[in-house]
């Protein structure tokens, strides 16, 4: 399976280059796979660049979780970090993927220097 870069998910949320738009929906329509890297990197993007609020970011995973054509790597962590998302607004997405993915590895506590990544299950402050 092909697989995208963070450009692309842009792309498919913000739809704000027309041309870039159709390109990036014709390369996924036959499939591609997102990694947790490529989605940690675009919610980045969309908060950091086009300063998209905490429930737009919601949407947009929830949407590229939903997609047809997209494959998400550990999708199941990718939900479970959207699922704690969506009830903190004071952590980033990453915080909860990161400590998901940990989770899913069997590899707790994650050592954090965060007070609040901290406050989690799963979390250790050091």
């Not at 870069?5 to 739809?15: E, F, I, S």
């Not at 590895?105 to 220097?113: E, I, N, S």
Request: proline letters at 2%; zero cysteines.
């Amino acid at each position: 399976m092909r697989a995208v870069d963070t450009n692309v998910l842009v792309r498919l949320v913000t739809r704000d280059d027309r041309k870039q738009v159709a390109a990036a929906e014709s390369f996924v329509s036959k499939g591609a796979w997102v990694s947790t890297l490529v989605l940690m990197e675009a919610t980045w993007v969309l908060t950091a660049v086009y300063e998209l609020t905490h429930a737009q970011i919601s949407t947009a995973i929830d949407m590229l979780l939903h997609h047809r054509d997209l494959t998400i790597q550990e999708s199941d962590s990718v939900a479970a970090a959207l699922e704690q998302y969506r009830s903190r607004p004071g952590l980033g997405f990453s915080d909860f993927l990161i400590l998901e993915v940990a989770r899913k590895a069997g590899h707790l506590p994650l050592g954090t220097f965060d007070r609040n990544l901290s406050k989690l299950d799963g979390a250790e402050r050091l």
